[in-house]
């Protein structure tokens, strides 16, 4: 195990080094922010033997989270809810804020030991992050004065305020981790949602069930350290589910560009072509191709035909409408389901993406789309015919050219093109 540690955390292994600058930087600042912080709040550190018991409880129960769960696999690329928030909020109750920020410091090697599938500089920064996050809400938490925020219980009314204190301390702690997440992430991708990222609901609702755990499992531990041990099951059982839920999501997803799949747009699409032949609406299928694509793996390499994959996934996910379905083909082809579209107004659309796209460029790589629209008006034909002649009318774009839209409307379905 030593030796597979060190081929996986030896610097000169990282992915890091390839990042852009701007990131490798950024990510740097909050590393060296973190052992800052730390080293300041250890300083003023009274050690005490109660104090290290609790902060030995919470390793242990971050450890067995982590072990527990640590063979199901995570898909590369997609944000990991590891459920690890809920003993690092806790923290900030129990322990002073030096330990709450040596927590995640100690268990992000373990994690990186343990857990094979993930980019390690990733995980040693999200540790770090943790460690200022939720550090930060110790800080907060013990500035309070004692009457507040102390566990010598009183009445039932101060119970009642140092929850609500707990609580309030613990979701700005997960208010600055993401903040500090998604920077990194619209740092290295500039193209990213910061909406979809900070305001995604399903990372909203997983923070608020380990907020809601860590307020809980917070109070009988203000007891007894050991009283942690009960909540282990419950945090198990809920780091599962979560990872159940992100892994039924993501095998709907293409990962490289974060547009539906092949097989689950082909699903969905079906689901509008039936639709709209019930009610006799229009609908039209797109099917965008990117310009010798090939050229650009082989003279600038995979990376960068991923970044030109991504950068033009991105681009018709935010031209196009809430409503329309947008999928990764196969290779370099992308694929939209344009329901109540007429076909001037899908001739539009395409048009649009094609000027867009146009405009985009990677480096020394000039990115453009050829498209085909088939338009079936009466929606008469199913699915695999409007493909069939979306993709007639892609290969007359590419026989005119590229860079240009072509359309089939309502026709019989030509042969499909080779």
Not at 236 to 254: E, G, K, Y
Not at 299 to 318: E, N, S
Not at 331 to 346: D, K, M, S, W
Not at 398 to 405: A, I, L, P, Q, Y
């Amino acid at each position: 195990m030593i030796t597979d540690l060190w081929r996986r955390c030896s610097p000169a292994a990282w992915e890091f080094w390839r990042l852009p600058a701007r990131v490798r930087y950024y990510i740097l600042a909050v590393h060296a922010a973190a052992f800052a912080a730390l080293a300041v709040a250890l300083v003023d550190t009274r050690w005490q033997a109660r104090d290290l018991g609790v902060l030995a409880a919470l390793v242990v129960c971050g450890s067995v989270t982590i072990e527990v769960t640590r063979r199901v696999r995570v898909v590369y690329g997609t944000v990991s809810y590891d459920m690890q928030a809920v003993w690092f909020i806790a923290a900030a109750a129990l322990c002073p804020p030096s330990y709450a920020m040596l927590l995640p410091l100690v268990l992000t090697p373990y994690r990186v030991a343990r857990m094979s599938h993930g980019v390690t500089f990733r995980r040693v920064f999200s540790g770090s992050a943790c460690a200022l996050a939720f550090g930060g809400a110790a800080v907060l938490f013990a500035l309070f004065p004692g009457t507040l925020d102390g566990t010598t219980w009183r009445s039932g009314t101060h119970v009642i305020v140092w929850l609500a204190l707990l609580a309030a301390c613990g979701a700005a702690g997960l208010v600055v981790n993401n903040a500090l997440i998604v920077t990194a992430i619209k740092l290295s991708d500039p193209a990213a949602s910061i909406r979809k990222h900070a305001f995604d609901r399903e990372g909203a609702v997983t923070d608020l069930c380990q907020l809601s755990l860590a307020v809980l499992i917070a109070l009988p531990a203000a007891f007894s350290p050991f009283l942690l041990v009960g909540a282990l099951p419950v945090v198990i059982v809920m780091r599962r589910f979560m990872m159940h839920a992100q892994l039924v999501t993501a095998a709907r997803i293409d990962s490289k560009t974060g547009l539906l799949n092949a097989a689950t747009w082909q699903h969905e699409a079906g689901v509008e072509v039936s639709r709209a032949a019930r009610i006799g609406s229009p609908l039209a299928v797109m099917i965008a191709d990117i310009d010798h694509f090939k050229a650009v793996n082989d003279q600038h390499g995979h990376v960068a035909g991923d970044t030109v994959l991504a950068l033009v996934a991105a681009t018709m996910a935010a031209l196009l409408r809430d409503y329309d379905l947008l999928g990764r083909f196969g290779g370099e082809e992308f694929i939209v389901c344009l329901p109540h579209t007429e076909p001037e107004q899908a001739f539009q659309i395409a048009e649009r993406l094609r000027g867009k796209i146009s405009q985009i460029s990677s480096g020394s790589i000039q990115v453009t789309i050829s498209v085909g629209v088939a338009s079936l008006e009466s929606s008469r034909y199913g699915l695999d015919e409007l493909i069939l002649a979306a993709d007639a009318a892609l290969y007359r774009a590419k026989g005119d050219g590229r860079n240009c839209v072509r359309i089939t409307r309502d026709a019989s379905v030509p042969r499909k093109a080779s």
